[in-house]
């Protein structure tokens, strides 16, 4: 039994019709939603209940006041993380005010469990202060450590008022009295408003079951009511298929045919014939874009054909189970088959440049033009041209800038160095490490299946290093499990070069040293003898 579950689709039937299942409709919730919209020129909101309430302050120091003075939390969705980061720090002296003597007391305890678990003082330092007086930001720029400590706060009615990105939106269970939405964001260099489906997530927050006999969702920047209303009284939009992209169609046709699902092109074509995707498109372009994606994939040496059926080859396979983009893999071939070595910039420059690294996060990177030209004239780091024709300037700019954030991160910078050069949060950082870790591993095997070992093993060891924020005489002891960037660094300092160093290093001398206690050493150690065990 198959259950599909939404709640912002706007062609339900649809969907429904395609999957060939049954329906079940329901425009119930266990707390009524009121909608309303600011009215910037009579300074007042309207809620669709008829109700009006005038706004004696500018509109959030009234959300602020009014929610204080009733007791109730507040969540407000702003559509830049700079501006979430403002809004909060404007009202935190007015929801100060309202903290009782104990509140104030549980708020300080939540502070010092931020302390203990977040290792970046700027994080810190811009966070603390406005939980203190019961305000918070939340986006992603956060650590994981601190977006768990203000929904913590939140959750236990601690913190007031949170004012995030819509990511927040996205999954998270933190209901409140009153939601407050922002629908204009700056996108691809002009301004835009957000979807229907958007506002109905972030809408859904208002109204916690068993606390609130109601929700209420507010539109703060309609520059008119119609736009309003356009918002209140919309339908979702309808979900689309996105398989007939380049993309998709390169990992899924490719996919189809490692796994042996179909082979031939009338299997591939009646495969793809029974998607969604398919029930928008002609059977002739959806076909074309079938033989044109094969064709690809043969020219990239990852599938062959022999008589009728398609094939993969062992590099196609490779590709496939690693889940990563073919047009990933073709990039890191093209960029090494002919180099004997290559620098870690340049490794890092090559990931960082392939499809698979598009969606992490990085802005104003224009003015590394000529410094990166610089480095692509003496080989240290790839020029587009060398890799794949489409990439463009700026793709290619964001890459290093990736690359060079990487380089750092590798070379044992601190973190709080790292954002503070390079404008971005910890939680950007931390996505940059965890897709750069993946894709250093995936070209470790696509050089290892391709011939080209000596960069199999460089980028092997590349692959743990960033990982653990490593230098290269740090890579062993890095495997032990307790030990990161931190502990690597002091044990080296103090002469523990190897795993096997550490085993024979007296336990008092180990819990002697910085961030060493009994029980760390006691994990660290137990880790290491595992890890000799394993490799006799």
Not at 65 to 72: F, H, Q, S, V
Not at 154 to 167: G, S
Not at 458 to 479: P, T, W
Request: hydrophobic share 40%; charged share 25%.
């Amino acid at each position: 039994q198959i259950i599909g579950l939404s709640a912002t689709v706007g062609n339900p039937h649809h969907l429904a019709k395609w999957l060939n299942a049954e329906l079940v409709y329901s425009e119930w919730r266990p707390v009524r939603l009121i909608e309303g919209y600011y009215d910037r020129h009579r300074n007042e909101i309207v809620f669709e209940d008829g109700r009006v309430e005038t706004v004696e302050h500018d509109l959030l120091t009234h959300i602020a006041l009014k929610a204080m003075n009733e007791d109730y939390q507040v969540l407000i969705f702003k559509q830049a993380r700079r501006q979430a980061e403002q809004s909060a720090a404007k009202l935190a002296p007015i929801v100060e005010r309202f903290l009782e003597p104990q509140e104030r007391k549980e708020l300080q305890n939540l502070i010092s469990e931020l302390q203990t678990q977040s290792s970046s003082r700027i994080e810190y330092e811009s966070l603390a202060p406005l939980i203190q007086r019961g305000v918070a930001f939340h986006h992603a720029g956060l650590s994981s450590v601190a977006r768990k400590v203000v929904e913590k706060g939140f959750r236990e009615r601690l913190i007031k008022i949170v004012v995030a990105t819509p990511t927040l939106a996205a999954g998270i269970n933190m209901p409140a009295r009153r939601v407050v939405i922002y629908t204009k964001r700056f996108e691809s260099s002009q301004w835009t408003r957000i979807s229907v489906a958007e506002y109905k997530q972030m809408a859904g927050r208002a109204g916690r079951p068993q606390y609130d006999p109601y929700g209420e969702a507010i539109i703060a920047d309609a520059p008119t009511p119609q736009i309003a209303l356009h918002y209140i009284r919309g339908i979702p939009e309808n979900v689309e298929s996105r398989l007939w992209s380049e993309r998709a169609l390169r990992i899924h046709v490719l996919s189809t045919i490692v796994s042996g699902y179909a082979n031939k092109l009338r299997e591939l074509i009646d495969f793809f014939s029974k998607t969604l995707g398919a029930r928008n498109a002609r059977i002739i372009l959806a076909q074309h874009r079938i033989l044109s994606t094969i064709r690809h994939l043969q020219e990239m040496e990852m599938i062959y054909q022999e008589g009728e059926e398609y094939l993969a080859t062992p590099l196609g396979e490779a590709v496939s189970r690693l889940y990563i983009d073919p047009l990933t893999a073709n990039i890191i071939i093209r960029g090494l088959h002919d180099r004997t070595k290559a620098s870690e910039l340049y490794y890092l420059t090559l990931i960082a440049l392939t499809p698979d690294f598009e969606r992490v996060r990085v802005h104003r990177y224009s003015q590394l033009y000529e410094e990166a030209i610089e480095l692509a004239n003496i080989g240290e780091i790839p020029l587009p041209e060398d890799i794949d024709e489409r990439i463009s300037t700026q793709q290619w700019l964001r890459g290093y800038k990736i690359a060079r954030i990487l380089y750092e991160w590798i070379n044992e910078v601190e973190e709080d160095t790292i954002v503070e050069r390079y404008g971005i949060g910890l939680g950007d950082l931390s996505n940059i490490v965890d897709t750069a870790t993946w894709l250093a591993h995936a070209a470790a095997r696509i050089c290892s299946v391709s011939g080209l070992e000596h960069h199999a093993k460089a980028l092997s060891i590349l692959s743990v290093r960033i990982e653990k924020g490593v230098r290269e005489d740090a890579v062993d002891l890095a495997r032990v499990r307790g030990i990161g960037r931190v502990r690597a660094r002091i044990l080296i300092n103090a002469g523990i070069r190897t795993v096997h160093d550490l085993v024979k290093t007296p336990k008092a001398k180990l819990i002697s040293l910085p961030y060493f206690g009994e029980k760390v050493v006691e994990e660290i150690l137990r880790s290491a003898k595992e890890i000799l065990n394993g490799a006799r």
